[in-house]
């Protein structure tokens, strides 16, 4: 599952969530180091793919038709943004293995 490393800075991050001391520099502070640890086996875009595209992960995730698949469609390029994989980690936060590396197992 997942490393006691990976379980204190998920915890971490949620706290600094719920706190909201400044979002935005928050997410410019957390973003980039959280997307590497949530993209060990894919990248967003493959993961997406993974789970059906964006109209079925839309659906997973529960989000509204009228915008929800668009939402997941801007993922593929800008990446799915940190705060949504924290609230989804049985999603994002279990992360399959990637096609290649399967290929090579």
């Known amino acids: 599952m997942f490393s006691s490393a990976s379980i ?3 915890s971490f991050l949620k706290f600094l969530l719920h706190a909201q001391p400044n979002t935005l520099l928050l997410h410019n502070t957390i973003d980039a180091s959280l997307n590497m640890v949530c993209n ?9 793919a993974h789970y059906g595209g ?13 915008g ?11 990446g799915i943004p ?6 989804f980690p049985e999603i994002f936060l ?9 290929a090579a197992e």
Do not use: C, H, S, Y
């Open 8 to 10: 204190i800075l998920f």
């Open 40 to 48: 060990i086996g894919m990248t967003d875009t493959e993961l997406i």
């Open 54 to 66: 964006p109209a079925k992960l839309a659906r997973m995730l529960g989000f509204p038709e009228q």
């Open 68 to 78: 929800g698949v668009q939402r997941i469609q801007n993922w593929t390029t800008r």
């Open 82 to 87: 940190p705060a949504v994989k924290v609230q």
């Open 94 to 102: 279990n992360v399959p293995t990637a096609p290649a590396q399967e």
